[in-house]
C-alpha cells in the first residue's frame, strides 16, 4: 500500500468499472468512471486543486486568503480539502434549489456558507454573480470554475488519458454539463486520440444547452430538480465544438437510473449519474457506436439523503 503525503495526492486515477446488469442487453459495455470515489467525493476535486495549484504557481493567491466559489456543493468540498491543508479560508455561494446535506457537509468542513435564490443568470442575486461580486467587494480569491482555463486543462491532462488507459479503446464518453470542463477536456483528448469516438451532452429537461448545442432540441428554459448539470447559457470553460450530441433526460429517469445504480450496480452515486447513465444506455441501443461507452459518475450519494427523491423505489 501506497503511503500520501495528503489527502490530495489521492485525488484522480479512479476506477472505471462495468454495468454489468444494467448495460446486459446492450451490444456495447457500458463502463462507469467512478468520479464520486475522489476523496472529497466527486469529480470537481479534480479541478479544485489544478485551479489553487494553478493560482499558487502564479502568485495570485497568497497565504491565509479566502476562497470564493459559486458552486452547487461538489467544487465547494473540493476546495474545502484544499483549504483545510493548505491554511486559506472559503466561502460558499449556492442557489437555495441544492441540497442540505451539502450544506451541512460544506460547513461541517468549515466553509462559510452564503445562499441565494434560484435566480437566472442574468440577475444580480444569481449564484455565480453573488461571487464575483463578493470577490470584488471584500478582497477574495475568485476560483471562478466557470471560467478558470485550469478547469478543463486538468480534464485533458488526467481525466481523458484516464479512461483511454482503462478501456483501451472507447466508442463514446457521455456525462453532464455543470462547468462543462470534463467534457471540455476529455472531449479534446479522446478527440485527438481516437478516431470517430462520439462525444455525447447528457441534458435534464428543463436545461437549454442541448438546444443551444443542437437547435432542433426544444429551446426550453425551466426548473428542474438534478443538481450540478444543465444551465441556461453555456459556460466559459465549455467549448460545445467538441460533442457530438445531446440527449435530454427527465428527473424521472434520472433519479430511476441512480436507484438502480444504487441496487443493481452496488454504486453509489448522486442524481446526475443517473442522468449520464440514461443517456450511455440510449447511445448504446442505438446501434451507432463502436466499441465501449464510458458515463461519468460525477458524485456520491452522500450529499443527498435529505432529497425528495433519495431513497424511492
Known amino acids: 500500500m501506497a503511503n500520501f503525503q495528503s489527502i490530495l495526492d489521492c485525488i484522480g486515477n479512479t476506477p472505471l468499472v462495468r454495468l454489468a446488469h444494467i448495460g446486459a442487453r446492450l451490444p456495447m459495455p457500458i463502463l462507469g468512471k467512478c468520479e464520486f470515489l475522489n476523496p472529497g467525493g466527486s469529480v470537481k476535486d479534480r479541478i479544485a486543486r489544478a485551479i489553487i495549484d494553478d493560482a499558487e504557481s502564479q502568485g495570485s493567491l497568497k497565504p491565509g486568503m479566502t476562497l470564493v466559489e459559486a458552486t452547487a456543493g461538489n467544487t465547494g468540498l473540493g476546495l474545502a480539502l484544499i483549504a483545510a491543508i493548505r491554511g486559506y479560508r472559503l466561502a460558499c455561494v449556492m442557489p437555495e434549489k441544492m441540497s442540505v446535506d451539502k450544506r451541512r457537509a460544506l460547513a461541517a468542513v468549515g466553509a462559510e456558507i452564503i445562499i441565494t435564490p434560484n435566480a437566472p443568470l442574468d440577475s444580480p442575486d444569481n449564484f455565480r454573480n453573488v461571487a464575483r461580486r463578493l470577490a470584488a467587494d471584500r478582497g477574495w480569491f475568485l476560483t471562478d470554475q466557470f471560467g478558470n482555463p485550469a478547469n478543463a486543462r486538468i480534464h485533458e491532462t488526467t481525466t481523458g488519458p484516464e479512461i483511454l488507459q482503462q478501456c483501451g479503446g472507447i466508442g ?142
Open 172 to 313: 463514446a464518453f457521455v456525462c453532464g454539463v455543470g462547468t462543462g470542463g470534463t467534457i471540455t477536456g476529455v472531449g479534446r483528448f479522446l478527440k485527438r486520440h481516437v478516431p470517430g469516438v462520439r462525444i455525447i451532452m447528457a441534458d435534464p429537461i428543463g436545461s437549454r444547452l442541448a438546444h443551444l448545442l443542437d437547435p432542433t432540441h426544444p429551446d426550453l428554459d425551466a426548473a428542474y430538480q438534478v443538481e450540478g448539470v444543465g444551465g441556461s447559457q453555456v459556460p466559459a470553460v465549455c467549448d460545445l465544438s467538441v460533442v457530438d450530441s445531446a440527449e435530454r433526460i427527465s428527473d424521472e429517469e434520472s433519479f430511476a437510473m441512480t436507484g438502480r445504480l444504487l441496487r443493481e450496480e452496488g454504486l453509489l452515486v448522486g442524481g446526475s449519474s443517473g442522468t449520464a447513465v440514461v443517456a450511455a444506455l440510449r447511445a448504446g441501443a442505438s446501434g451507432k457506436i463502436s466499441g465501449p461507452i464510458v458515463a461519468l459518475l460525477a458524485d456520491s450519494w452522500d450529499r443527498y439523503y435529505a432529497t425528495p427523491w433519495f431513497g424511492q423505489e
